[in-house]
């Protein structure tokens, strides 16, 4: 099926915004020309609308109103300006509200063998990975000749790491080594930091990404960057999937799973969505997670109308169609024609994608078909599983090193077994050691 994904969205009935936000309206000032977003005033003779589109406030006088309609949820706001601008400005709307918090504090409200409880949390923009210092109050420091209080003593005394947050209050854990004594009252401090989102990749069911997919996540992003909503760098996004979050592709869409990527990318909140194939249309949909909690902020669906000329996904097309010429031209190809075919066969992420790098990984240009195998994730794990089991010594520890990489909780079993060889023993522990500590 080939389409083209215009970001004109027919809203579904699933889609919903989860909190009691103000909804939108839509005004019609001509035969076909309106604007759609929230009200900021209304009064007998005008109203005043902050424009989606624009992002910009307009004035209308009650004369030239030809239609209003309010209380548009934002499932209905879609239909009319689609998806991206109602994401960002719902996001925008709480990056807002995150950054008044300024420095969080608050003070110990209780001290177990396993964490400090802290009675501040999220509402006051504390995070996961955040570390706050813990001050014990001590004497006052007084004018000799009048008596007042100039100030009073408030050393540092210990810094703890928060490990899990909720609204009201957080949990954390001593770090530095110190054997602390932590009290009940102990004033806690610490700077919020400044509200971050993160944009995942948007996939289809399988956890592949496609051009539709790519399409509206950059459509997102743009919308995001437009309201002023910080947001993850590519680099810093790119070098956290490639290291691990390719390997768990398909949980980007749940929220469990979503937490723990938003953590990794130092954010506050993450977008995850995926697109469905539902007959000739494109569903797409998409939710705003909060990293601290887990919980569900913003869930929104549409479909998308599409067009016969562009295929949906690129990946699916070629892995369908043009795969195996693709690979008879990276066989014959010279080193800089080769190396972009090769990137664009391991972005098909598919099985026979894989299992070809990684017999050319041990007969050609080894780097470069290392580094595409690692990019396919999981993919390539069960490619190279194969190498490893039937390959010689030298095949058997090439595979090893790229393997090690893109190894997934599934392989422990397999990885374990690699233990007892001890040409491959360093690089199966390195593999399980990482596997473990990110599931922790």
Known sequence: M???????????ACGSYL?????FARLLY????????????ESAGEMTIYDL?????KTFPSSKILKLEKDLTDDQAVKYVGLPPI?????????VEFNKSGQATGKIAQVTPTAVYVAMGT??????????????????????DSGKVLARERPKVAEIEVFEASEAFCKGRLVGGLEIALHTGDEVDGEVTRFMIGVLPITDEAGVESVGGNALREQIVTALVKQDVPVVERSQLSKVLNEELLQNSRGWFDPAQAQVFGKQLGANMVVVGKVTSAGSAVE??????NVGTGQILLTVSGTLKEDVSTPLSAGKAIATGNLKELMDRARSARLSERKALIKEIADTKSPMAAQFLAEEMLTKDPFTTSDALVSMGPVAADALVKVIDTGDFHQRVTAMRTFSKVATAKHIPFLKKLLSDIHLKSEAERAIKRIQNYSN
């Not at 994401?87 to 990056?95: G, H, Q, T």
Request: hydrophobic content about 40%; glycine content about 8%; proline content about 6%.
């Open 2 to 12: 080939r389409i083209a994904l215009l970001w004109l969205f027919a809203v579904m």
């Open 53 to 57: 589109r624009s992002l910009q406030e």
């Open 19 to 23: 909190s009691a936000e103000d909804r």
């Open 284 to 289: 797409a949909h998409v939710r705003l997670v």
């Open 123 to 144: 509402k006051q923009g504390v995070r996961v990975g955040q570390k706050l210092s813990v001050f014990r109050p001590g004497t006052e420091i007084r004018d000799p």
């Open 30 to 41: 001509g035969p076909s020309t309106d604007v759609v977003g929230p009200i900021r005033k």
């Open 87 to 95: 994401v960002a400005y719902r996001i925008s709307e709480r990056s």
